[in-house]
C-alpha cells in the first residue's frame, strides 16, 4: 500500500443558491458533506463549517430576493479555501460589536477561526469574501505492486555551488495583482453545465497557489 500524494491534487466545487436564511443551513451541511467525502481533516471540516456560515449569513442579508448566493471550496493538501460571492459591491467591515448585539460579530469569528481571509470584487459585479483555514486533503491509500528493489546509486560529485540567488518581493504589487486577477474570475456565475466536482492537478492550474495576497491578520 501505497500513499497517493496530495499535494498534486485539488479538489473544487462550486454551488449556488438562494438569499434566504434556510439555505444557509443546507449550504452547512452541503460543505461538511463535501469536505469529507474529499477527506479533509475532520477538524478542518469543523471550522470549515462555521466560516462558511457565517460568510453565507453576511451574503444572503446583503442580496436581493432574486439574486443568487455562490460558494466555492478548494482544497489542497495544506489549506481550505472557502469563498462566497454576493451580488452587493459593498466590501464587509470588521466592528467590534456592543456587548448585548446579537449582530455583527460573524466575520470577528472568520478573522479568529482562518488563517487569512480577504475580500475582492469581481469585473462582472459583486463581490466575493473568503477565507482560509489550515488543514486539507489526507493521504489515500492504494494498493501497489511490490517490484524489485532499485539498484544502489552511488552520487556524482558536482560542482562548487555559486552564490545563491536573492528575490526579493514587494506586498503592495503583488497584492494589486493578485487583486485584479482575482476579479477576472466569473466562476460564481451558474454553469450551463451538469454541476459537480472538479479534480485539478497543481501543475498549470490557477487554484495551485495558496490564495491570496490580499490578507487580513
Known amino acids: 500500500m501505497t500513499a497517493t500524494d496530495p499535494s498534486s491534487v485539488i479538489r473544487v466545487a462550486v454551488a449556488h443558491f438562494p438569499p434566504t436564511a434556510a439555505a444557509v443551513s443546507e449550504v452547512r451541511t452541503s460543505t ?14 469543523d471550522v470549515c463549517e462555521v466560516v462558511v456560515c457565517e460568510l453565507a449569513s453576511n451574503a444572503v442579508k446583503a442580496s436581493r430576493p432574486r439574486d443568487l448566493v455562490a460558494i466555492r471550496l478548494t482544497a489542497t493538501s495544506g489549506n481550505v479555501l472557502v469563498e462566497v460571492w454576493d451580488g452587493s459591491a459593498a466590501g464587509p467591515r470588521l466592528t467590534s460589536p456592543d456587548v448585548f448585539s446579537e449582530d455583527g460579530r460573524g466575520l470577528l469569528m472568520v478573522d479568529a477561526l482562518c488563517t487569512q481571509w480577504s475580500w475582492y470584487r ?15 486533503l489526507r493521504p489515500q491509500m492504494q494498493a501497489t505492486d511490490v517490484g524489485a528493489a532499485l539498484p544502489a546509486r552511488t552520487p556524482l560529485a558536482g560542482p562548487e555551488p555559486v552564490a545563491p540567488v536573492v528575490y526579493r518581493t ?23 453545465g451538469p454541476a459537480g466536482t472538479k479534480d485539478r492537478t497543481a501543475t498549470g492550474s490557477r487554484h495551485g497557489q495558496a490564495r491570496p495576497e490580499a490578507v487580513r491578520r
Open 170 to 192: 514587494d506586498p503592495p504589487t503583488l497584492r494589486r495583482v493578485a487583486d485584479a486577477l482575482r476579479g477576472l474570475d466569473d466562476w460564481h456565475r451558474p454553469s450551463p
Open 32 to 45: 461538511a458533506r463535501t469536505l469529507l467525502g474529499w477527506s479533509v481533516d475532520p477538524a478542518a471540516v
Open 122 to 136: 469581481v469585473r462582472s459585479g459583486g463581490k466575493v469574501v473568503w477565507g482560509q483555514i489550515p488543514g486539507g
